[in-house]
C-alpha cells in the first residue's frame, strides 16, 4: 500500500543535536580532562541507558541517564557529573535552525519541540538564539515518563497539539527517532546534517530528507495540501 504523505499541520522538531548544538557539553568535558571524542560515546550510552529502561517497563530521566553513562566512562565525580549535566542548559541553536523556523512561520505551519530531554533546555536555547517566538511549545515526554522512539511519546505529543498524527510531522538528526515518528504514523523527516551522514537503511525510510533544516521544511512544504 502506498503510504501517501500531505503537509503536515505541526511540525516537530528534537532537540539535542538536531536543534541544538552539544558542542558545550564537549568543552565542558575536555575542561573536565576528559578527551574530545568521548561526547558521542557518552551521548550514545545515555541513548542506550534510556532505551533500555524504558524498553523493559522502566523509566529514567535523560539527566539520570546522562550522569549514569559519565561515572561508567569517566573518573569525574558526582559534583562534576552534575556540572556536566547542566550543560546542556547553555546550548545555543545550529546555524539552519532560524531560517528553517521562519520559513515553516510564514508558510502558517505550527513548529513544536519534541525530546525525552531535560525540561527547559529547549527553551533555554531556543532564546539563546533569539528562535523561542517561532516554536509554539517546547513539550518533553519526560512529562509522560517515555522515551522516544515508543508510539506512546509521538502519539501524546499528536495530542497535545490536538492534530491527528498523519498531520504532525518529526524532523530529527537520527534515524532511530525518525523510525519511531513513521511507526506511530506522523510524517517522518530526517536531516544528514549532523553527525549522522546518512539514514540508516536496516530502517524504513524516512518520508522526506535532506541536508539542512530548510531543506527538511522545504521537502515537507513541498508535499500536496490535505
Same mark, same amino acid.
Given at each position: 500500500m502506498t503510504d501517501t504523505r500531505t503537509r503536515p499541520d505541526v511540525v516537530a522538531f528534537d532537540v539535542n543535536e538536531t536543534l541544538l548544538d552539544l558542542a558545550p557539553v564537549r568543552a565542558a568535558l575536555v575542561e573536565h580532562g576528559?578527551?574530545?571524542h568521548l561526547l558521542p560515546v557518552v551521548f550514545g550510552r545515555t541513548l542506550l541507558t534510556g532505551f533500555a529502561a524504558a524498553t523493559t517497563g522502566t523509566w529514567c530521566s535523560f539527566r539520570s541517564a546522562f550522569e549514569a553513562s559519565l561515572a561508567q566512562v569517566t573518573g569525574l565525580t558526582a559534583v562534576q557529573r552534575s556540572a556536566e549535566a547542566d550543560v546542556f542548559l547553555?546550548?545555543?541553536?545550529h546555524p539552519d535552525v532560524e531560517p528553517a523556523l521562519r520559513r515553516l512561520r510564514e &508558510? !502558517? =505551519?505550527r513548529a513544536v519541540t519534541l525530546t525525552h530531554g531535560s525540561p527547559g533546555v529547549a527553551e533555554a536555547g531556543l532564546s539563546r538564539g533569539g528562535v523561542r517566538a517561532l516554536v509554539?511549545?517546547?513539550?518533553?515526554a519526560e512529562t509522560i515518563?517515555?522515551?522516544?522512539?515508543?508510539?506512546?511519546?509521538?502519539?501524546?505529543? &499528536? !495530542? =497535545?497539539?490536538d492534530v491527528a498524527p498523519d498531520r504532525m510531522a518529526l524532523v530529527a538528526a537520527h534515524s532511530w527517532d525518525v523510525l519511531g515518528a513513521r511507526r506511530a504514523g506522523l510524517t517522518a523527516a530526517f536531516t544528514s546534517a549532523r553527525s549522522e551522514r546518512v539514514y540508516a537503511d536496516v530502517y524504513e525510510p524516512p518520508h522526506v530528507q535532506g541536508g539542512s533544516l530548510p531543506d527538511v521544511v522545504d521537502a515537507l512544504l513541498a508535499l500536496p495540501p490535505a
Open positions: 576528559q578527551p574530545e547553555q546550548l545555543a541553536p &508558510a !502558517g =505551519v509554539e511549545r517546547c513539550l518533553t515518563r517515555a522515551w522516544k522512539p515508543s508510539r506512546e511519546a509521538y502519539l501524546w505529543a &499528536a !495530542g =497535545v497539539c
